[in-house]
């Protein structure tokens, strides 16, 4: 740290460090491996939609930084990905309930026809004692 303090500069001074406000990760503030996204050819629409989605940022082509740092673009893609990935397990978890679904309806129906054949065997029974009470 000594090294990049400028001579003759007292120890413990606080250095003042001047960012280039092009030139820095719209996410992060890093200066360090940056990617303007607007130079990302056909995956630069995607890239803006995602980056106001996830983040609501909004980078377009004014005085602010149009870039972001490696480490955040994979993070972009990364949520993507997740995004996908969960959707994808909509359809299944939807799938699977419909079919949990389905089979209860089953099993409640084959229980009441249990039930109503019972009933009918009570109905029987009791007709047959009837029957032998009144003899
Ligand atoms: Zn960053």
Redesign the pocket.
């Known amino acids: 740290m000594a090294s990049e303090m400028a001579p003759g500069m007292p120890p413990n001074t606080i250095q003042v460090v001047t960012l280039e406000v092009k030139r820095i990760?719209?996410?992060?503030?890093?200066d360090k491996r940056l990617i303007n996204v607007m130079k990302l050819g056909t995956r630069t629409i995607q890239y803006l939609t995602d980056i106001k989605k996830y983040y609501d940022v909004q980078i377009c082509n004014d005085r602010k930084s149009t870039r972001?740092?490696?480490?955040?673009?994979r993070k972009v893609d990364v949520w993507r990905h997740a995004l996908k990935q969960a959707s994808a397990s909509q359809t299944i978890i939807d799938f699977l309930d419909s079919t949990y679904q389905a089979r209860l309806k089953r099993r409640m129906k084959k229980g009441q026809k249990k039930v109503q054949k019972k009933d009918q065997k009570k109905v029987q029974k009791n007709g047959q004692k009837k029957e032998h009470k009144k003899k």
Do not use: F, G, V, W
């Open positions: 990760c719209r996410i992060c503030l890093s972001l740092c490696k480490s955040c673009l």
